[in-house]
């Protein structure tokens, strides 16, 4: 019974079918591919803990991927994302989210119900607001949201912000990286 499959450093642009049998799957590598788009099949990795899909082509995600209940760890940076599906509020184990360099100009509302949340990376991206569901990520404790393009926060957000020992004048400058002392990366991206 296959646990954990590395696909990652090949030439992939899509899925290949023995995939959807694997249903003892806790760990999917498939990072530094060409994935276009992930098939609604993508749900029947049910056993699914661990997702890599960074450095890919992705666009978009189904909206079945919600249907990975017991995901913990979604690694989705460097690919060309512009938006999530609202049913990742389905994902309620999810600690770990990276979303880091793709184009995201705003964050699904449902996001908030991400009650296990602890880790979000969503720098690099085309941000311009956070959603009033964002206070209710009560476990968060390590966020990035630098090299965005926010200029303005609800007061909700400001408050939750302060809560969490962060400025939110320092979101609005481009200067965050709580927690992390990486300098920040700078790319070309369309927004």
């Not at 760990?27 to 450095?55: A, V």
């Amino acid at each position: 019974m296959l646990e954990s499959l590395d696909l990652s450093d090949n030439q992939l642009s899509f899925l290949p079918k023995f995939i959807d049998g694997l249903s003892t799957l806790n760990q999917l590598n498939l990072s530094h591919n060409q994935l276009f788009l992930l098939p609604k099949s993508i749900e029947k990795l049910s056993t699914l803990e661990t997702l890599n899909l960074s450095f890919n082509q992705l666009f978009l995600l189904p909206v079945s991927f919600g249907n990975l209940s017991v995901l913990n760890s979604l690694y989705l940076s460097n690919n060309r994302l512009f938006s999530l599906p609202e049913s990742i509020k389905k994902l309620s184990e999810l600690d770990r989210l990276v979303l880091s360099d793709n184009q995201l100009s705003s964050l699904p509302k449902s996001i908030g119900a991400l009650s296990a949340l602890r880790t979000l990376y969503v720098d690099n991206n085309c941000l311009t607001s956070l959603p009033k569901s964002f206070t209710s990520l009560s476990a968060l404790w390590l966020l990035n949201l630098d090299n965005n393009q926010l200029s303005s926060l609800p007061e909700n957000v400001k408050q939750f912000l302060e809560q969490k020992g962060i400025d939110p004048d320092q979101i609005l400058s481009h200067q965050i990286a709580k927690e992390v002392n990486s300098p920040p990366k700078k790319r070309n991206r369309i927004c």
